[in-house]
Nanobody, 121 residues
């Protein structure tokens, strides 16, 4: 049984918004940091945003001020609100949970299946 299930991707025009959701199993969600990565065609997967179990957040510079990561502990769900989207945000977005410190994930318990985000110019 999948521990992480993503939803909310789609096609949007530049300047628009999308909200991604990632529903996690309670065992994974309760004690770990959660994060969103993305992978564009021909590029390496990169960490976009992370949120610790204490709700401390980190963002890659390219999305600061536009994206917001949050978590709902009652629903075991992590969200990525994406505003002012740009064509360069186009990628498959993946949810993950694991051990995070020093600005990096050092262990991934699981990955979601990925959700496509396409931003048209």
């Amino acid at each position: 049984q999948a521990q992480l299930v993503e939803s909310g991707g789609g096609l949007v025009q530049a300047g628009g918004s999308l909200r991604l959701s990632c529903a996690a199993s309670r065992s994974l969600f309760s004690v770990n940091a959660m994060g969103w990565y993305r992978q564009a065609p021909g590029k390496q997967r990169e960490l976009v945003a992370a949120i610790t179990s204490e709700s401390r957040t980190d963002y890659v510079d390219s999305v600061k001020g536009r994206f917001t990561i949050s978590r709902d502990n009652a629903k075991n769900t992590v969200y990525l609100q994406m505003n002012s989207l740009k064509p360069e945000d186009t990628a498959v977005y993946f949810c993950t949970g694991g051990i995070y410190f020093g600005g990096s994930f050092h262990y991934h318990i699981d990955w979601g299946q990925g959700t496509q985000v396409t931003v048209s110019s």
